[in-house]
């Protein structure tokens, strides 16, 4: 059974950090890569960061990027999102995700956690 188990997530203030952790199980996910999305109440799942298993390359979405580094540890299983310079804009439920091929279109990704919430106060 494929588990994609997500932490860390919480309330911090405007300019704070956090790391999110997502835990995966239960299948090789070698080839695959890794993405990390949210959603925010009202509005549409949106791509944030994703990286390749094999061989660690990164994309990002632009308004993420020089803040967020989505980073991976092989002998965990584990996918990282470090985020720095938070905002009130990045407040959503944060998504760890597995897709077989690169890319940020949610009909790309076969497997979902559960989420975890990141509030960010003004």
């Known amino acids: 059974q494929v588990q994609l188990v997500e932490s860390g997530g919480g309330l911090v203030q405007t300019g704070g950090s956090l790391r999110l952790s997502c835990a995966a199980s239960g299948r090789t996910f070698s080839s695959y890569t890794m993405g990390w999305f949210r959603q925010a109440p009202g509005k549409e799942r949106e791509f944030v960061a994703g990286i390749s298993w094999s061989d660690g390359s990164t994309y990002y979405r632009n308004s993420v990027k020089g803040r967020f580094t989505i980073s991976r540890d092989n002998a965990k299983n584990t996918v990282y999102l470090q985020m720095n310079s938070l905002k009130p804009e990045d407040t959503a439920v944060y998504y760890c995700?597995?897709?077989?091929?690169?890319?940020?279109?949610?009909?790309?990704?076969?497997?979902w956690g559960q989420g975890t919430q990141v509030t960010v106060s003004s």
């Open positions: 995700a597995a897709s077989p091929s690169p890319g940020a279109n949610t009909l790309m990704y076969h497997y």
